[in-house]
């Protein structure tokens, strides 16, 4: 191997520390995020006010971050479909339906059932050709689904089981899957993840402002009450975090490691709904969060593997 070659090698390897830091903290804020949903729903906050409002606060958050790196979205009808679509699956469909269920299956069997995506993802991958087949990544799949289904099965043994919240919590899995494959395959050519944020957030409070017109549902929050308020701002800055870290990890990671950001997410927010918020461990915790964690390495290791054999390939 040629010196040129093995800085290449090296190069690679160090490259996928940013993805794997954006996994780690996007998953983290992922965590939180579901955890905030549940004491928001405690202190009075419909789902559907505490998301608007959220998203409203973190997409002004990310415009200003876009304006101050001269990173504007654009606009174009290319552009436009791509926010609205991915609004729809990615934010605004998927967290209301996930906010609204946390309240009857608990914040910890939500951070759990997040990290269901990526089996659908890389599914759905390999049949458009996104991803190689690879054992490696495929175990590592497997593992986490194994471990997020470890806990679902418990949960629907329960005897207080809400079989409808859990089947449209479920649903909210498969809408983040479709949005994660959506996103890589209609990115707008030469945008970057500063620009395409804000228009997706932009575009979710829209359609979450029309969902609340055509229903009735209201998005008021409580007036003179400052902790609503001060739940709404510290969402709107972990939704600012995390979706500018979901299209950082997309455009460096791709669609199956960014997937696994709900395992992480499940890592990390079933321990703070045990500890800080008082609900009872699922059952199964500890065989389901370990399978997880090693699901994760082994995606993460066979994409290191696939892209150092990538460029030895090349330098022959």
Known sequence: MSKSTVQQVFHSKNAWFIPIACLVAGGALIGISTNLAKYAGDIGLTPLAFLF???VGAAIILLVVALIRHELPPFNRRSVEYYFVAAL???AGSNLLLFSAIPHVGAGFVALIISLPPLLTYLAALTLRMERFTIIRAAGVAAALSGAGVLAVHKFSAPDASMFWILMALCGPVLLAIGNIYRTLRWPKGASPNALAPGMLI???LLLLMFAIL???SVAVPRGEWLPIA????QACVFAGQFLLLFLLQKTGGPVLLSLLGAVGAVVGVPVAIFLQGEAPPEG???GASLITVGVVLVTYGGVKMTTRAIE???L
């Open 53 to 55: 409002w959220s998203i």
């Open 89 to 91: 699956v990615s934010v």
């Open 203 to 205: 575009a979710a409070a």
């Open 215 to 217: 229903s009735n549902f």
């Open 231 to 234: 739940v709404i701002v510290m």
């Open 285 to 287: 915790l500890f065989l």
């Open 313 to 315: 390939g090349d330098s």
